[in-house]
């Protein structure tokens, strides 16, 4: 009993120092730590935008004011401050990130670790994997949202539902290669339910690659949301960068007032390549051999 008992204790511990060092090696990079500053952020904007600027709306004297210390991003050809309309972009397109890449991670993860353990279920969800990833996403989803109406939530299920299947496959490769194992078969012939040997010791397994995911997919949806709303399918009651850049092109403001545009692309820009320099510092930290070199 004393066995079975230690056997839990010690993989906590162990599983509580890797992450320690992981974390010892992340700070250790300053783009990692950079690329973290940056969205913690973006978060914070999120978070405070009704306090950093007024909700963008009707219209103001100064149309397409280029920028100034007035108007620190200009303003667009209604007059509206190009400033406060990236801010409370950053509030829409940062909780589009976070559901999106839940929803589409929640997803990814069921499905990948019942194929590697369930290997009866493995054919089926495997093809639908391999369908789904032959599929040209751009051209569905714009189908989709077309058919769905323009709504934040429209926005959110449509990119989830076309980001799913490569978390999937990510997590199936990982999970197959950890119920594989002899402590997985030794938990199934002790008597462990299938519940509990996922639970313990696929999940733990899969984690790293799960943040990984949650990361990339979150820029992914940012971008897929950007593509929409330039499309003119995004959510007309609420500011994005994506409808940033939509007006300014509807208003043709995009040719003549280069601040319309350029304000929420670096925004935009700046968000992807945080999100893959993050990925990119974690995978390094948890690699034993990133580690030695």
Do not use: C
């Not at 043709?252 to 320099?277: E, K, N």
Request: proline fraction near 5%; charged fraction near 15%.
């Amino acid at each position: 009993m004393t066995a079975v008992v230690s056997a839990p204790a010690e993989a906590v511990a162990e599983e509580t120092t890797a992450a320690a060092e992981t974390w010892r090696h992340f700070r250790s990079n300053p783009l990692g730590i950079g690329a973290l500053v940056v969205m913690v952020g973006m978060a914070l904007i999120a978070v405070a935008a009704p306090w950093i600027a007024d909700y963008p709306k009707g219209f103001g004297t100064d149309v397409l004011v280029p920028p100034s210390s007035e108007h620190w991003f200009g303003t667009d050809t209604l007059g509206r401050e190009v400033f406060a309309e990236v801010v409370w972009g950053t509030r829409v397109s940062m909780v589009v990130a976070f559901f999106a890449s839940a929803l589409a991670i929640a997803i990814g993860v069921l499905v990948g670790i019942l194929g590697a353990y369930f290997r009866r279920l493995d054919g089926i969800l495997g093809m639908v994997v391999d369908l789904s990833l032959t599929l040209p996403v751009l051209p569905l989803m714009i189908l989709v949202a077309a058919l769905a109406g323009p709504s934040l939530k429209t926005i959110v299920l449509v990119i989830a539902l076309f980001s799913w299947p490569e978390v999937a496959r990510v997590v199936r490769s990982q999970a197959l290669t950890v119920s594989k194992l002899s402590f997985v078969e030794a938990a199934k012939v002790l008597g462990g339910t299938h519940r509990w040997i996922i639970r313990k010791h696929l999940l733990p397994a899969v984690t790293p690659v799960i943040t990984v995911s949650v990361v990339l997919t979150a820029s992914r949806a940012v971008l897929s949301e950007a593509g929409l709303s330039f499309l003119g399918l995004g959510d007309p009651d609420s500011w994005s960068w994506g409808r940033i850049l939509y007006e300014a092109q509807q208003s043709g403001a995009m040719a003549r007032a280069w601040w319309t545009t350029f304000f929420p692309s670096v925004a935009i820009l700046l968000l992807v390549v945080s999100a893959t320099l993050i990925a990119v510092a974690y995978n390094d930290a948890r690699n034993p051999r990133s580690r030695e070199d």
